[in-house]
């Protein structure tokens, strides 16, 4: 008989943790999790919900309710951000952070790390931020919202990715990690362009304690420590020291991410060895007279869980909380705005939609397609250029960066009809995308049907 995870060992024994009636409920509830479409999904429902409450009678408290102010006041010492404000400086630091942690992970662990193949996913993100910046510029050059170049530069993975669900397994894998990688590099992109385009005057002062931070954190991975809360805290001090330098403070969030190990502590053997020990044979058949050492069963939990990598632990972690709560709660603080069909003719509003419709493809494609022919990157067999292109139509997402950037960049008065114009262009890319990729899925299966 195949024995599963499920199965009774050796012994005659369960293997399996005992049931408890919640599990009837978590249990959908973490296949739900590992969807990862399901992200987007979610994040579409909740910018749904801020553009009808905002162009609702009761927009005026739906948009006030984001600008009340929370911090620390005492005497002439204020540390106060808005609501909205504390969201996209620091909850979106982790949102950064696993950015980086999935960064990390395909250089260290996936397809990044094969330099030919990753030349083409870098390649294309590369033309996929310089082209539509050029874009915008020529539109914006010289006007109010010359400083949103960044704006048109970021792909919204989870939005790719739901797309690329949507249309099911007959996908090809290839274009699922190219575009996966791609969307992973334009965002750490554009988080340069946060840092560097859109920060203040630097204090070299707090930017040295920051360094410091920094150079601490490094010191407890090689002394051993091992506590997450413990480089929480140092990683908050970390991010108050930033935000005081004038850098923007999300950019914590990357640095923290890439310095995580990718090594676990505990190899494989050594932990067969340690579990072999827990439950040694019992001497006696009688389960009331057996016994387990407490110490062995504390030093087989430290080891189950260290045998998974830092970046593993933390990326399980922090997943589902970014996926299904701090985005949307980006997306629902700022995708708010209230429509006005006059701005949509403006030459702003022109600038964010032709770079994302037109400059985001164009870029990627040409790019990839440069690095291709100077042996730079290789393409896969199995991914066709039109693929490319239906995969560059579905970079125009913008969205969730485009939105960040948008509230760095620009004045108050131009958010709105920058975040129109975001709306619209990731709408229509991620049409025109899907409807794309479906006809070119539609017509190989046909192709191969007739036996061509």
């Keep these: 008989m195949k024995k599963t995870a499920f199965s009774p060992n050796e012994r005659g024994h369960p293997t399996q943790l005992p049931k408890e009636y919640v599990d009837w409920i978590t249990q959908p509830v973490t296949r739900f999790l590992k969807i990862e479409a399901a992200a987007g999904v979610v994040l579409l429902f909740f910018t749904i919900?801020?553009?009808?409450?905002?162009?609702?009678?009761?927009?005026?408290?739906?948009?006030?309710?984001?600008?009340?102010?929370?911090?620390?006041?005492?005497?002439?010492?204020?540390?106060t951000r808005s609501l909205q404000e504390?969201?996209?400086?620091?909850?979106?630091?982790?949102?950064?952070?696993?950015?980086?942690?999935?960064?990390?992970?395909e250089i260290v662990l996936?397809?990044?790390?094969?330099?030919?193949?990753?030349?083409?996913?870098?390649?294309g993100a590369m033309g996929g931020m310089l082209v539509p910046a050029l874009i915008y510029l020529v539109f914006q050059l010289d006007q109010p919202g010359q400083n949103g170049w960044?704006?048109?530069?970021?792909?919204?993975?989870?939005?790719?990715?739901?797309?690329?669900?949507?249309?099911?397994?007959?996908?090809?894998?290839?274009?699922?990690?190219?575009?996966?990688?791609?969307?992973?590099?334009?965002?750490?992109?554009?988080?340069?362009v946060v840092a560097v385009g859109y920060g203040e005057e630097i204090n070299y002062y707090y930017l040295g304690i920051a360094a410091l931070g920094v150079i601490g954190i490094k010191a407890m991975a090689?002394?051993?420590i091992r506590s997450i809360a413990i480089y929480s805290l140092i990683g908050g001090l970390i991010w108050l020291s930033v935000d005081a330098s004038g850098i923007h403070p999300t950019v914590t969030g990357v640095i923290l991410g890439l310095m995580t190990p990718t090594i676990s502590w505990v190899s494989k053997e050594r932990l067969l060895t340690i579990m072999d020990c827990v439950i040694p044979a019992p001497a006696t058949s009688k389960p009331s007279e057996f016994r387990i050492d407490r110490k062995v069963l504390k030093t087989a939990e430290a080891a189950a869980r260290e045998a998974l990598s830092p970046l593993e632990r933390l990326e399980m972690l922090l997943h589902p909380w970014v996926g299904f709560v701090i985005m949307p709660l980006?997306?629902?603080?700022?995708?708010?705005?209230?429509?006005?069909?006059?701005?949509?003719?403006?030459?702003?509003?022109?600038?964010?939609?032709?770079?994302?419709?037109?400059?985001?493809?164009?870029?990627?494609?040409?790019?990839?397609?440069?690095?291709?022919?100077?042996?730079?990157?290789?393409r896969p067999p199995d991914l066709p250029w039109?693929?490319?292109?239906?995969?560059?139509?579905?970079?125009?997402?913008?969205?969730?960066?485009?939105?960040?950037?948008?509230?760095?960049?620009?004045?108050?008065?131009?958010?709105?009809?920058?975040?129109?114009?975001?709306?619209?262009?990731?709408?229509?890319?991620?049409?025109?995308?899907?409807?794309?990729?479906?006809?070119?899925?539609?017509?190989?299966?046909?192709?191969?049907?007739?036996?061509?």
């Excluded at 990729?437 to 539609?442: A, I, P, Y």
Aim: hydrophobic share 55%.
């Design 150 to 192: 960044g704006i048109v530069m970021a792909t919204d993975t989870a939005f790719v990715i739901a797309c690329l669900i949507l249309l099911g397994p007959r996908v090809p894998k290839s274009l699922r990690i190219f575009m996966l990688s791609l969307a992973i590099i334009d965002d750490i992109g554009a988080i340069i």
């Design 86 to 105: 504390w969201i996209n400086d620091a909850v979106m630091t982790l949102f950064f952070f696993l950015v980086a942690l999935e960064l990390k992970r």
């Design 386 to 452: 039109l693929y490319i292109i239906a995969g560059g139509m579905l970079a125009g997402i913008g969205f969730t960066m485009s939105l960040f950037i948008a509230h760095l960049a620009l004045s108050p008065e131009l958010v709105d009809v920058a975040k129109l114009g975001i709306l619209s262009a990731s709408l229509f890319s991620a049409l025109v995308g899907i409807g794309l990729l479906s006809w070119l899925l539609k017509r190989d299966t046909s192709l191969k049907g007739n036996g061509e």
């Design 222 to 224: 090689e002394l051993g």
């Design 110 to 123: 996936g397809e990044l790390k094969k330099p030919r193949l990753a030349m083409l996913s870098i390649s």
């Design 49 to 79: 919900v801020a553009l009808v409450l905002s162009n609702s009678p009761w927009s005026e408290t739906f948009l006030s309710f984001w600008e009340i102010p929370l911090g620390i006041k005492s005497g002439s010492f204020e540390y």
């Design 330 to 378: 980006f997306a629902f603080a700022n995708a708010g705005v209230q429509i006005s069909f006059s701005e949509l003719s403006g030459s702003l509003y022109t600038a964010i939609v032709a770079g994302l419709v037109i400059g985001k493809p164009t870029g990627i494609i040409l790019f990839s397609g440069l690095a291709t022919l100077t042996k730079l990157a290789v």
